[in-house]
């Protein structure tokens, strides 16, 4: 089942792509950096370039995916946001995008509180834990989860 990863333009991201990637799974980014996104494209990810607090955009991408890593970091990491004057902002519209794409699974990845969605299954992983890549590839690869918050 696709999944896709909003900020993996981050070093968190990137950990997190490079966990997820395997032969057969479907792995999409969402990033603002063009050398990343030709990177990940050699890689067989597909890529959304653009502006991480374009809230339709990320909806777009999400599109036809079952989960969705949301890496907190790259709406607070001093890129630039035009869509949204605060990171705060940046993350509710991401998860109003997930909640209109149709995304059954979100793995919030970040160390605040992130807003309330109604999608089927969510998670919190801390983005600060020395094994956040570990732990949301295995969030992803469950059969199910409840809400709940890794750490």
């Known amino acids: 089942m696709p999944v896709i990863v909003i900020g993996a333009d981050t070093t968190t991201g990137r ?5 997820l990637i395997r032969p057969g799974r479907e792995v999409r980014a969402f990033v603002t950096d063009p050398s990343t996104a030709a990177h990940l ?19 777009g991408a999400s599109l036809r995916c079952f989960s969705a890593v949301l890496v907190a970091e790259a709406a607070e990491d001093g890129r630039e946001l035009s869509f949204a004057g605060t ?9 109003d995008a997930m909640m209109r ?13 992130p807003p309330s ?23 992803d690869d469950a059969q199910e989860i409840s809400s709940s918050s890794a750490s």
């Open 41 to 59: 494209k050699e890689r067989g990810v597909k890529v959304a370039l653009g502006d991480v607090s374009d809230d339709s955009h990320v909806e």
């Open 15 to 19: 950990l997190i792509i490079e966990r």
């Open 117 to 139: 969605i109604d999608v089927n299954e969510v998670a919190i992983v801390d983005a600060g834990h020395p094994d956040v890549a570990v732990q949301v590839a295995e969030l």
């Open 87 to 95: 990171a705060d902002e940046v993350i509710s519209g991401w998860g």
């Open 101 to 113: 794409s149709g995304v059954k699974r979100v793995i919030w990845v970040t160390d605040r509180t």
